[in-house]
């Protein structure tokens, strides 16, 4: 899509042994009302046209057709593909939507309205299936809790998900980062691989309207040598690069956690448990920022390689929580540990605030939706079983919103016990 212009663009490639005489009918519709209803000539197997929605005059009805994760609207897609006589040799019915995401100096900007992204990291896995989800409504409640709790995103973390998750985060309204997963080591074989595999992932989902940012490396994974050895840098580049020609509409993190070269955002992991510390080192004011770049290490870790200076770019905690809680803490591991449920609760409610209203993060995303066998740090079991009340996380998420919420709010303020302790 191209929102500002309120058009779609179409490309589309015809295999197969008959290309001449060939036309292409598209069909747009929202709610069974036409959009559009064109045919264009395919010229050698391929045809490309960019779609324009037509203003309805002085009321423009189309910014109602724009997607938000509170508004997911999608517009229907039927293409059929006609012969010289007429008939339709070949038909696919699809969707898509009217969706920009950019980003403006330190935040990002959804359909021309500045928004703070509010992210959970998914690794995805099932109790019984592990990386494969059991059925498709394993998948829809997925997308449905994640929104409960108050989330408006979230991180799949070193998982290519299935494409009837990020279905139904279109359907539903939840904006999704999709990460790579990474390879073991760097050789020439496994920058190979991931560039082709990379480069297959980018091409099947880049139409999904839900989809906001694409992360080829993660942490320096693969390329643990990054800040010394030139040819991990140039892969670094190289698929930052390749993925902004694939797709220049979304916003591409080079490398998600530190150890950033170029990148559309600074995206750093720091999983310090005392909100206070959090709240020093992110503090907002003059300079605060280049101090951060410069002097902080979080994970023991330069967050900008030399040479790499900061643009002005949106920062993102990407990384932050990990509060790990469990029934059976024997085996199990976090980055803290809370006691109990309470103090699981009470260790989650303090630290949002912090990281909700500090000015300097455009997002953030907590560490984790749900355990991971021995990472006992999700908001949920491993079987979806929530921690705490999902109500109250999701005050938490986002803040209260009503006077019953913000009694609850005030609870956890006043309460005295130390939760970082």
Same mark, same amino acid.
């Given at each position: 899509?191209?929102?500002?212009?309120?058009?779609?663009?179409?490309?589309?490639?015809?295999?197969?042994?008959?290309?001449?005489?060939?036309?292409?009918?598209?069909?747009?519709?929202?709610?069974?009302?036409?959009?559009? *209803?064109?045919?264009?000539?395919?010229?050698?197997?391929?045809?490309?046209?960019?779609?324009?929605?037509?203003?309805?005059?002085?009321?423009?009805?189309?910014?109602?057709?724009?997607?938000?994760?509170?508004?997911?609207?999608?517009?229907?897609?039927?293409?059929?593909?006609?012969?010289?006589?007429?008939?339709?040799?070949?038909?696919?019915?699809?969707?898509?939507?009217?969706?920009?995401?950019?980003?403006?100096? *330190?935040?990002?900007?959804?359909?021309?309205?500045?928004?703070?992204?509010?992210?959970?990291?998914?690794?995805?896995?099932?109790?019984?299936?592990?990386?494969?989800?059991?059925?498709?409504?394993?998948?829809?409640?997925?997308?449905?809790?994640?929104?409960?709790?108050?989330?408006?995103?979230?991180?799949?973390?070193?998982?290519?998900?299935?494409?009837?998750?990020?279905?139904?985060?279109?359907?539903?309204?939840?904006?999704?980062?999709?990460?790579?997963?990474?390879?073991?080591?760097?050789?020439?074989?496994?920058?190979?691989?991931?560039?082709?595999?990379?480069?297959?992932?980018?091409?099947?989902?880049?139409?999904?309207?839900?989809?906001?940012?694409?992360?080829?490396?993660?942490?320096?994974?693969?390329?643990? *040598?990054?800040?010394?050895?030139?040819?991990?840098?140039?892969?670094?580049?190289?698929?930052?690069?390749?993925?902004?020609?694939?797709?220049?509409?979304?916003?591409?993190?080079?490398?998600?956690?530190?150890?950033?070269?170029?990148?559309?955002?600074?995206?750093?992991?720091?999983?310090?448990?005392?909100?206070?510390?959090?709240?020093?080192?992110?503090?907002?004011?003059?300079?605060?920022?280049?101090?951060?770049?410069?002097?902080?290490?979080?994970?023991?870790?330069?967050?900008?390689?030399?040479?790499?200076?900061?643009?002005?770019?949106?920062?993102?905690?990407?990384?932050?929580?990990?509060?790990?809680?469990?029934?059976?803490?024997?085996?199990?591991?976090?980055?803290?540990?809370?006691?109990?449920?309470?103090?699981?609760?009470?260790?989650?409610?303090?630290?949002?605030?912090?990281?909700?209203?500090?000015?300097?993060?455009?997002?953030?995303?907590?560490?984790?939706?749900?355990?991971?066998?021995?990472?006992?740090?999700?908001?949920?079991?491993?079987?979806?079983?929530?921690?705490?009340?999902?109500?109250?996380?999701?005050?938490?998420?986002?803040?209260?919103?009503?006077?019953?919420?913000?009694?609850?709010?005030?609870?956890?303020?006043?309460?005295?016990?130390?939760?970082?302790?």
């Amino acid at each position: 899509p191209i929102v500002e212009d309120w058009a779609i663009n179409l490309r589309a490639l015809i295999h197969g042994r008959r290309q001449q005489d060939l036309k292409l009918n598209v069909t747009l519709k929202h709610d069974g009302k036409v959009l559009s *209803d064109d045919t264009y000539t395919v010229e050698q197997g391929e045809t490309s046209r960019a779609i324009q929605l037509i203003d309805p005059g002085i009321d423009d009805a189309r910014h109602s057709l724009q997607w938000f994760p509170w508004s997911p609207k999608l517009i229907d897609a039927e293409v059929r593909l006609i012969d010289a006589d007429g008939h339709t040799i070949d038909e696919v019915a699809s969707y898509t939507a009217m969706r920009s995401i950019r980003t403006s100096g *330190d935040h990002f900007v959804l359909n021309g309205r500045p928004i703070k992204l509010k992210l959970v990291l998914d690794q995805g896995y099932w109790p019984e299936t592990g990386l494969t989800a059991p059925d498709d409504a394993a998948l829809r409640r997925d997308v449905e809790l994640i929104k409960s709790m108050g989330f408006n995103g979230v991180r799949k973390h070193q998982k290519i998900e299935d494409p009837r998750f990020l279905y139904w985060a279109d359907r539903l309204g939840l904006m999704v980062w999709e990460e790579m997963p990474s390879a073991y080591r760097f050789c020439t074989q496994s920058i190979e691989r991931l560039t082709r595999q990379w480069t297959e992932a980018v091409d099947r989902d880049r139409s999904h309207p839900c989809i906001i940012a694409w992360v080829p490396f993660n942490e320096s994974w693969g390329v643990p *040598d990054l800040p010394v050895v030139e040819a991990q840098r140039h892969a670094v580049l190289g698929l930052y690069h390749l993925t902004k020609s694939l797709d220049p509409t979304r916003p591409v993190i080079s490398n998600d956690g530190w150890e950033m070269p170029t990148s559309d955002l600074i995206c750093i992991h720091d999983y310090d448990a005392d909100p206070t510390r959090i709240a020093r080192r992110y503090q907002h004011g003059d300079g605060s920022v280049e101090r951060l770049l410069s002097t902080e290490r979080p994970g023991h870790r330069v967050l900008m390689l030399d040479g790499h200076d900061y643009q002005g770019q949106p920062i993102v905690l990407s990384e932050f929580g990990g509060i790990a809680f469990s029934k059976d803490q024997n085996g199990t591991w976090g980055y803290s540990r809370a006691r109990s449920a309470d103090d699981f609760e009470l260790r989650y409610a303090r630290l949002l605030e912090i990281v909700r209203s500090l000015p300097m993060l455009g997002g953030f995303c907590y560490t984790q939706f749900t355990d991971t066998y021995q990472e006992a740090n999700g908001l949920l079991y491993l079987d979806r079983t929530p921690k705490i009340p999902i109500e109250h996380i999701a005050i938490a998420t986002r803040g209260p919103q009503n006077p019953t919420e913000e009694a609850i709010a005030r609870k956890w303020r006043e309460t005295s016990e130390d939760p970082s302790r």
